[in-house]
């Protein structure tokens, strides 16, 4: 591999907390940008592939022997590749690398695809000039991330906003963009594109079901994992915090008339 920028911690680790939640993650959920773009036989390269439901997805559509998933290390490799295994996508090619130094040959990919990857890293920029080196001339790259200061809830309750104060500063301290939806296309036009297509869409809860399953993802984050780790390292929320925290997000998740919507950021980028 050639010269890796710095690769911090990936605040959110990889407990059941985070990946039951990431499982629910599908193409249709998570890029519907980039569907209309998709035809068999085309070559696709999903960085940061992580739980491994929408690479899945994507190699349904353009094939599984073309699609090659990327991940960071070993362990998020062995996740990515037990999912695909399990929905009988064995032909899908997982490989270790990072984002911001890809192995690859320059203009071999038609499709890249990134989703809730750039805000977890120290330079995006690097990120997509490396998705527009490796992509097809007339190639496509397709980034969705998030905008955790664009969280919107009601009713008002105390423990979603220190959720996300407490969230933002140790992504920020991780060397990550956690409003990284609204950058993306100033990143893309510094990465070098010069045809970027900007949108955004939002993930909604305001259903019994779902409110639960976000309150769970959230609460448990603050209760093992790489985030409760570096809350209590850096003495910034102790586990009676932490509980009282999680707790108030579940009795807001409770409530009939809770409503949630978390904004992203998308750019389809042409090479
Ligand atoms: C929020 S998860 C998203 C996973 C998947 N794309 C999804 O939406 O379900 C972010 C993923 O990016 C991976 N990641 C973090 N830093 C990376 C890097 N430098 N290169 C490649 N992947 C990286 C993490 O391991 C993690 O699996």
Do not use: K
Not at 122 to 134: I, K
Not at 185 to 196: K, Q, S
Not at 253 to 259: G, V
Request: with cysteine.
């Amino acid at each position: 591999m050639s010269e890796t920028a710095a690769t911090p911690a990936y605040t959110p680790g990889y407990g059941a907390a985070v990946l039951d939640s990431h499982r629910l993650r599908t193409a249709q959920n998570s890029a519907a940008h980039l569907l209309e773009h998709l035809r068999p036989g085309q070559r696709l390269l999903d960085v940061g592939s992580g739980a491994g439901t929408i690479t899945a997805d994507l190699a349904r559509i353009v094939g599984p022997a073309q699609v090659t998933a990327l991940e960071v290390s070993e362990e998020a490799a062995a996740i990515t590749r037990a999912e695909l295994d399990r929905q009988g996508l064995a032909e899908v090619e997982v490989l270790v690398g990072d984002a911001q130094a890809l192995d690859l040959e320059a203009d071999t990919v038609d499709v890249v695809h990134a989703h809730q990857v750039l805000q977890h890293l120290p330079d995006p920029v690097r990120a997509l000039a490396e998705f527009r080196r490796v992509a097809r001339p007339g190639g496509i790259v397709a980034v969705r991330d998030s905008d955790y200061e664009g969280f919107r809830w009601w009713p008002e309750a105390a423990g979603i906003a220190q959720w996300r104060e407490l969230y933002l500063r140790a992504a920020r301290a991780n060397g990550g963009t956690p409003d990284a939806g609204r950058r993306l296309l100033a990143w893309a036009r510094a990465a070098g594109f010069a045809e970027v297509t900007a949108s955004s869409s939002t993930w909604t809860y305001a259903t019994e079901a779902s409110r639960a399953a976000w309150a769970a993802t959230c609460g448990g984050r603050l209760t093992a994992g790489p985030l409760a780790a570096q809350l209590e390292r850096e003495g910034w929320a102790d586990a009676a915090a932490r509980e009282e925290i999680a707790a108030d997000y579940r009795r807001w998740a409770a409530d009939p008339d809770a409503w949630f919507a978390l904004l992203h950021g998308e750019i389809i980028a042409r090479a």
